[in-house]
T-cell receptor, first 111, second 113 residues
Framework: QKEVEQNSGPLSVPEGAIASLNCTYSDRGSQSFFWYRQYSGKSPELIMFIYSNGDKEDGRFTAQLNKASQYVSLLIRDSQPSDSATYLC???????????FGGGTRVLVKP | DAMVIQNPRYQVTQFGKPVTLSCSQTLNHNVMYWYQQKSSQAPKLLFHYYDKDFNNEADTPDNFQSRRPNTSFCFLDIRSPGLGDAAMYLCATGGGPLQETQYFGPGTRLLVL
């Protein structure tokens, strides 16, 4: 069983719609959760991080964390073609500074 | 602007010919990481430094080594590159209150001929 799991996609959404991405993790002691966006051929770019249960909003992005169910999600509102990328979920475990990455979800926003 | 810089952006080497990739940062972060990322896969951690304290991942091949001469610079040495080592190599630094938020450089794409 993978430690951090994401649906590989592609997740196809029409422009202007909400894209919903999910990530589950196995380490119940995980403390910090990160979402990165990665365009093809480029390096990951930090979008958001979340530490506490609930929602955290930043512009068109909302991260949602439910530690009891061990999942974290990312919502992208008013999706734009420029949001087309792979979104990586990363989780910091109970100890150390290392992040465990999921395999990423590829998002395609169609005009 | 504070940033993470990687050089070169593209590196072509021959099978078995040693290669060194470099990373520098102006963020003054204590932690630096090296990842390998192959197409459509998650980044795979090779090793990381907490200050000068070196931490090797158990499954990192011996062919890969690293040096961190000071806070700003970190190097990845591949002693004898094989065809399977062709990948994007990502350097990241660790910041934030708990030094766990990772900021990536632009990456070096390595091609092995």
């Amino acid at each position: 069983q993978k430690e951090v799991e994401q649906n590989s996609g592609p997740l196809s959404v029409p422009e202007g719609a909400i894209a919903s991405l999910n990530c589950t993790y196995s380490d119940r002691g995980s403390q910090s959760f990160f979402w990165y966006r990665q365009y093809s051929g480029k390096s990951p770019e930090l979008i958001m991080f979340i530490y506490s249960n609930g929602d955290k909003e930043d512009g068109r992005f909302t991260a949602q964390l439910n530690k009891a169910s061990q999942y974290v999600s990312l919502l992208i509102r008013d999706s734009q073609p420029s949001d087309s990328a792979t979104y990586l979920c990363a989780v910091k475990g109970a100890a150390g500074n290392k992040l465990t990455f999921g395999g990423g979800t590829r998002v395609l926003v169609k005009p | 602007d504070a940033m993470v810089i990687q050089n070169p952006r593209y590196q072509v080497t021959q099978f078995g010919k040693p290669v060194t990739l470099s990373c520098s940062q102006t963020l003054n972060h204590n932690v630096m990481y090296w990842y390998q990322q192959k197409s459509s896969q998650a980044p795979k951690l090779l090793f990381h430094y907490y200050d000068k304290d070196f931490n090797n991942e158990a499954d990192t091949p011996d062919n890969f080594q690293s040096r961190r001469p000071n806070t700003s610079f970190c190097f990845l040495d591949i002693r004898s590159p094989g065809l399977g080592d062709a990948a994007m190599y990502l350097c990241a630094t660790g910041g934030g209150p708990l030094q766990e938020t990772q900021y990536f450089g632009p990456g070096t794409r390595l091609l092995v001929l």
